[in-house]
């Protein structure tokens, strides 16, 4: 339960190897690959290395080929339905020999190519079915005229148009039209809610006449450039070439679909140049000479005869050198715990690493977050659903470990809520009356009976946090050597503390503390000051300086008052989440009661929904609040942070899941799951 020690690695080798060690390295997944020239770039070295910048272009090419034919075929793959469906990532088997060799079986540009030219061809065909659509809708009104197209304009004498008038000014237009040129015909040839449409027939002499009218009642002139036969006519050829083109469609999507067994060979290849990429990216962190190259690292110190076995096995020609991290340095991290603990390191991870000699928090912080976890949830039957849905969600979902990981977590605090639910008698946030007196028997502490009493406990537990922290700091400073800084410093405040807290308790409830236990408290108030005044700066230049840093020293114990009062908001959740569902329990009733026939199903509806929102809001509250005490309150007595994570130069399988163990084991964890 600690950091995982490490090792500094030195490799040097000729440049003929590179490529071919850079493999091996990456299949072994041992080794965290530092920049070593952002080292080296003020030493004697600098006149001999030269810029070394791998070209990746060939690769981003072929990557952006192997994506666009994943991308096409994936609009005409079956969409997987449901929820669950939509968490879990697509994953793929493969075998370790098929992945290596994946290059080799599939002709990418051929399909590219082909799914390059059915795409173009698609659009093409969309195109033209959205053309000649919205040609056979402009024709529909046109549908009754006998007339081809094509003689529709002006002859010798006169001008035949079509076109549409808005209703209400059809009658008005026409008699008009009748009353000053009688030589015209306004014929209706269909009309619809909105215009009528016309066939207009008139003299080639008195066109300036018609155009003044038309226009004065807003006529608007149609016409079909590319159309020479009557409507029907045409409708008829646009209906064969829509027919045409449809099967056209189908026809392409039938060979698109029949593509789709190459889906999981295109998701094994994407994968693999993704990892080919990144052998190249790495050696962007090599120095380089004129026939050699170097590179630096950092090894698990289990792992070092495995490095230099795979090696050996590999080439004798290669200098290999292993040292002890520097005071200085601060060599990458791996956070590792027995599988207790192994899911709250998810909580260490997203607050920040422990420094490389700092000691992992992750142990420490795990029995307070679950009982802080339950104490916010805090009742029976929200634990149990919330535990056997994390059991149920981490069997069924093909997920990465860091979101089995979370899961598992949610199981630990579940567990912790159902106890906790227990002991403060809320059973599905049921009136405690109500329960059977089996239940009864449990209850240790009705939190709405006594809220003070319910206060005073988080206050208490979160005092013993507090605590527990600075005991942790001071078996640090033993750790490492820091003796004196340990006893004194660190345990002046383990005296001070509860000294102060046994004084207040006394002197806001006179007389319920034995005499004794009050004055052992008044002189561990007075003990502990004085080592806090004495021991807070001991290498003060002056004594002056000592006792002024020492008075501030100890003011600063006052923020504990405010750290302690923090954990009142585990008394404000645990409250406000059986509150609620007390609240959704008695809406629930009274639809019963109210709503004849159907009451029953619509209680049942509103305690589901309601029951199952008000888990879910106070599920993220129960995540959120105990993890801010543990950074604000508890990391902040003996947690520095600062460190950077252990990401091992190796396979990184995004989309695909390894038959073989082996291989499986070295997949880097972080980019398991897309």
Not at 192 to 206: A, C, T
Not at 386 to 397: E, G, H
Not at 577 to 602: E, H, Q, R, S
Request: charged share 25%.
């Amino acid at each position: 339960m600690a950091v995982v020690k490490v090792k500094k690695v030195y490799l040097i080798a000729h440049d003929s190897m590179r490529e071919t060690l850079v493999k091996v390295l990456q299949k072994n997944g041992l080794l965290h690959i530092a920049n070593l020239k952002k080292e080296l770039s003020e030493t004697e070295l600098e006149e001999v290395l030269k810029e070394f910048e791998p070209d990746s272009k060939e690769i981003d090419l072929m990557l952006s080929k192997v994506n666009f034919t994943l991308d096409f075929l994936a609009d005409f793959a079956e969409k997987k339905k449901g929820f669950l469906s939509g968490l879990m990532g697509e994953k793929t088997e493969v075998e370790p020999s098929k992945f290596e060799n994946i290059q080799d079986k599939v002709n990418l540009e051929k399909i590219y190519e082909e799914c390059e030219s059915f795409e173009g061809r698609l659009n093409v065909i969309e195109t033209g079915l959205n053309k000649l659509e919205a040609t056979r809708n402009e024709l529909k009104p046109w549908m009754p005229l006998d007339i081809k197209f094509m003689d529709i304009g002006e002859t010798k004498r006169a001008v035949f148009l079509i076109g549409q008038v808005a209703s209400l000014n059809f009658n008005k237009l026409q008699v008009e039209l009748e009353e000053t040129v009688p030589e015209s015909v306004l014929e209706m040839i269909s009309k619809d809610f909105q215009y009528v449409y016309v066939l207009g027939i008139y003299l080639k002499d008195r066109s300036d006449e018609v155009s003044q009218i038309l226009n004065k009642y807003g006529f608007q002139v149609t016409s079909f450039e590319n159309l020479d036969d009557a409507p029907e006519e045409e409708a008829a050829e646009i209906a064969e070439q829509i027919g045409k083109l449809r099967e056209e469609k189908e026809t392409i999507i039938k060979r698109v679909k029949d593509m789709m067994s190459l889906k999981s060979d295109l998701i094994v290849l994407r994968d693999y140049l993704e990892n080919v990429k990144n052998r190249v990216k790495v050696q962007l962190n090599f120095a380089k000479t004129d026939k050699a190259f170097m590179l630096e690292g950092w090894i698990h110190e289990e792992d070092v005869s495995s490095l230099e076995n795979e090696i050996s096995k590999f080439t004798d020609e290669i200098d290999l050198t292993f040292t002890e991290p520097k005071e200085d340095e601060n060599p990458p991290v791996t956070l590792k715990n027995n599988k207790w603990f192994t899911p709250f390191e998810i909580v260490t991870k997203l607050y920040g690493f422990p420094r490389y000699k700092e000691l992992d928090p992750t142990p420490y912080l795990a029995p307070f977050f679950v009982v802080f976890f339950g104490i916010c949830i805090g009742d029976v039957g929200y634990g149990l659903v919330l535990t056997l849905a994390s059991l149920w969600l981490r069997k069924k979902l093909q997920v990465s470990e860091t979101i089995k990981g979370f899961l598992l977590l949610f199981v630990y605090g579940g567990i912790a809520s159902m106890v906790a639910g227990a002991l403060t008698g809320s059973w599905f946030t049921i009136e405690t009356k109500s329960l059977p007196s089996i239940l009864r028997k449990m209850i240790v502490l009705e939190p709405l009976k006594d809220p003070v009493a319910f206060l005073i406990f988080c206050f208490i537990f979160g005092f013993i946090h507090l605590l527990f922290g600075i005991v942790l700091e001071m078996y640090d400073n033993f750790r490492k050597g820091r003796w004196i800084e340990g006893i004194f410093k660190e345990g002046s405040k383990l005296v001070f503390l509860p000294g102060i807290v046994i004084l207040i308790v006394q002197m806001l409830a006179g007389g319920v503390l034995p005499q004794a236990l009050s004055s052992a408290g008044k002189w561990m108030a007075i003990v502990g000051a004085i080592l806090i005044v004495w021991f807070t700066e001991p290498s003060a230049k002056s004594i002056f300086g000592r006792i002024g840093n020492g008075v501030y020293g100890l003011y600063g114990m006052t923020s504990f008052i405010g750290d302690t009062i923090s954990y009142s908001r585990l008394m404000a959740l645990g409250m406000a989440t059986f509150l609620i569902g007390w609240g959704i329990n008695i809406i629930g009733g009274i639809a019963k009661d109210m709503i004849p026939f159907v009451g029953f199903i619509v209680m049942a509806i509103i305690l589901v929904v309601g029951h199952l929102f008000n888990l879910v809001i106070n599920l993220i509250s129960a995540f959120v609040h105990p993890a801010r005490l543990q950074y604000v309150e508890f990391f902040g007595k003996f947690f520095e942070g600062g460190g950077h994570s252990f990401q091992p130069f190796a396979i990184e399988a995004k989309d695909l899941v390894f038959k073989e163990p082996e291989l499986a084991r070295k997949v880097r964890p972080e980019d398991n799951s897309r």
